[in-house]
């Protein structure tokens, strides 16, 4: 079946330890998102990828960086990672627009705890 | 900026019941999604509508896109335990090139058996 997977599903850090999560999609979608998401909020949308092109959101603090290496794989750096960073964060893809009217398909989530 | 106002942000209700989910806006969208997410998982994609007044059902779901493309709601006839997650609508920017979803804050939905 075609799908988002992430790895980890729970990821526990300490504070200030750099941390990676991964995203990989079957599904061949141009664009990925990343998302965070605390408890019971909708998710806040971090940045996302068109292809190669990059696009941050403006609040988007500098310590999140992201890598796609090619269609499938997308990356989430937290360089120094905080206590307020501690959330669920969630990888999505879509088609480009027009052809399935923006629909996104989620992963299942990464779970980051910092202690 | 759109905004997406979604209402009520938490519902619990006994098993059988039924329900409406709203999700409001002044803004246009060209089309709107309802995702389901259970606890510690991703959103789901529900349903997505594109037509102004669109009405889709999903077993005992009820999705309905109002006419002018503001606004939508969700109505679950019969309500189950495994209805039970988070709700959230996202409308997608009627903007040229934009690739983005603007997500409601959710309605935490509990059906007690």
């Known amino acids: 079946d075609a799908m988002v997977i992430q790895n980890p599903r729970y990821q526990v850090t300490q504070f200030g330890k750099p941390v990676t999560l991964s995203c990989s999609q079957t599904?061949?979608?141009?664009?990925m998102y990343w998302y965070q998401q605390k408890s019971s909020q909708a998710p806040k949308l971090l940045f996302h990828?068109?292809?190669?092109?990059?696009?941050n959101e403006a609040d988007t603090p500098d310590n999140f960086q992201s890598r796609r290496p090619n269609t499938s794989f997308c990356f989430l750096d937290i360089r120094s990672p905080g206590l307020g960073d501690a959330a669920m964060y969630l990888c999505a893809t879509s088609t480009s627009p027009g052809l399935a009217a923006y629909e996104q398909y989620f992963g299942p989530g990464t779970r980051l705890t910092v202690t | 900026t759109q905004l997406l106002e979604q209402s009520p942000q938490f519902l619990s209700i006994q098993e059988g019941e039924n329900l409406t989910v709203y999700c409001n806006s002044s803004s246009v969208f060209s089309s709107l999604q309802w995702y389901r997410q259970e606890p510690g998982e991703g959103p789901v994609l529900l349903v997505t509508?594109?037509?102004?007044?669109e009405v889709k059902k999903l077993k005992r779901l009820t999705f309905q896109f109002g006419d002018a493309r503001k606004d939508s709601s969700l109505h679950i006839t019969a309500a189950q335990p495994g209805d039970t997650g988070l709700y959230l609508c996202a409308g997608a920017d009627s903007g040229a090139g934009s690739y983005q979803l603007t997500f409601g804050k959710g309605t935490k939905l509990s059906v007690i058996p």
């Open positions: 509508v594109v037509t102004g007044g």
């Open positions: 990828y068109y292809d190669k092109d990059f696009n």
């Open positions: 599904l061949n979608h141009n664009v």
